[in-house]
Structures are given as structure tokens and as C-alpha cells.
């Protein structure tokens, strides 16, 4: 039972390139998230998903898309990465709707620079 | 918006000390949640307390949400607590925000 993963661990990309972060859970469970961690910050929600085929804004959506491929996987796609990007990217995973805000599970996270 | 403040922003203790963070926010929430973050990154949901008292091993946590406040409490503290604590609150709005506080930054030093 793997629990939440991601990958890559680490990227390095320059302005303009275009990268998916990809996440599955193992858990059966029905909410994913995505967030962002900057340093010294908290995180910041991105985007999440309460179902297969269903996704929602979380507070700073610009400049990402996701996909909820099916129950497991949940990927963040950046189009046009910009430095602004550079961050720490956490996924998680809930087994209720996100309006429960139960118990989250969270990935390692993947480590992004954006030169 | 709503904010979401944590105190004290930093704390060293020895370790088999104990100590209280607190988390206070702006307006009324739906749910909170407290967090540890390990020296290595790792996330760990500790509780999930909207109201009430909860108590896990060592750890204890309280919320008085008419209050808007939350408390974590971390007795006989050990090198292994060291981390940062972050609280987030959830609430329903225009869409749905989960909203972190800054986090205090946690040392127990042997």
C-alpha cells in the first residue's frame, strides 16, 4: 500500500516549457488536491477534485490545469512555466468531498525550478 | 479574506518540554485542520478538529470555534516533534478554500 506518490521528485525547467506533475493513490479514495508550498509559506491550494471527471479552482488556479484521469490519478499540468512557478508541489487525497475537509493523505512532493 | 495567523511564528524548547501553539482566524470556518511537517517535507495530518478536544498519544488539540481559535498542545516534547506546525481552515464561499496559516517553526533540541 503505497499511499499517495508523485512524480518527478525533482524538475528543473526554463521559462516557457511545458511539464506535468503526475499523482495516484492507492487508498480508493474519492477528493484529490493540489498544492503549492513557496518558502516559509503554508500551502496554497491550487486545484482539486471531488470525483472522476469532476475538477475546482482552489485559490491560485492561474497558470495550471488538471486532469482527473480516473478515481487513482490526478496530474497538474503547467503550459507555459514561468519563475513564479518555482515551488514545492504537494498532492493529496481525502476520502470524502473536500466540504468534509477530513483527514488529508499527502505525496512527497515534487521540487520545481523554473530558471 | 479570511486570515489565518499562527503563534508563536518559532519555538525551541528541550526536549521533555511541553508547549501550546495557536492558531487564530478571522471568521468563521467549516472545518480546521493541524498539520506537522517534517525537517524532510513530509506532511502528517495530526487532527481533524472543527470544534471540541481531541487527544492523540502526546498531542492534544482544542478548538473554540465561536472563539476562532485553535490550540495544539505537545507535552514531553521529543527531538522527533521538531518540524513546523501549520493549522488550515476550511470554509465555504464563493468556491471552496482551504486556507493555511504561516505555520510555527518547531526545534526540540536534546
Known amino acids: 500500500n503505497a499511499g499517495v506518490t508523485q512524480t518527478p521528485k525533482f524538475q528543473v525547467l526554463k521559462t516557457g516549457q511545458s511539464m506535468t506533475l503526475q499523482c495516484a493513490q492507492d487508498?480508493?479514495?474519492?477528493?484529490m488536491y493540489w498544492y503549492r508550498q513557496d518558502p516559509g509559506m503554508g500551502l496554497r491550494l491550487i486545484y482539486y477534485s471531488a470525483s472522476e471527471g469532476t475538477t475546482d479552482k482552489g485559490e491560485v488556479p492561474n497558470g495550471y490545469n488538471v486532469s482527473r484521469l480516473n478515481k487513482r490519478e490526478f496530474s497538474l499540468r503547467l503550459e507555459s512555466a514561468a519563475p513564479s512557478q518555482t515551488s514545492v508541489y504537494f498532492c493529496a487525497s481525502s476520502v470524502g468531498r473536500p466540504q468534509m475537509m477530513d483527514t488529508q493523505y499527502f505525496g512527497p512532493g515534487t521540487r520545481l525550478t523554473v530558471l | 479574506g479570511i486570515q489565518v495567523e499562527q503563534s508563536p511564528p518559532d519555538l525551541i524548547l528541550q526536549e521533555g518540554a511541553n508547549s501550546t501553539l495557536r492558531c487564530n482566524f478571522s471568521?468563521?470556518?467549516?472545518?480546521l485542520q493541524w498539520f506537522h511537517q517534517n525537517p524532510w517535507g513530509q506532511l502528517i495530518n495530526l487532527f481533524y478538529?472543527?470544534?471540541g478536544t481531541k487527544q492523540n498519544g502526546r498531542l492534544s488539540a482544542t478548538t473554540v470555534a465561536t472563539e476562532r481559535y485553535s490550540l495544539l498542545y505537545i507535552s514531553s516534547s521529543q527531538t522527533t516533534d521538531s518540524g513546523v506546525y501549520f493549522c488550515a481552515v476550511y470554509m465555504k464561499s464563493s468556491y471552496d478554500k482551504v486556507i493555511f496559516g504561516p505555520g510555527t517553526s518547531l526545534s526540540v533540541i536534546p
Open positions: 471568521d468563521s470556518v467549516n472545518n
Open positions: 478538529i472543527p470544534s
Open positions: 487508498m480508493n479514495h474519492n477528493s
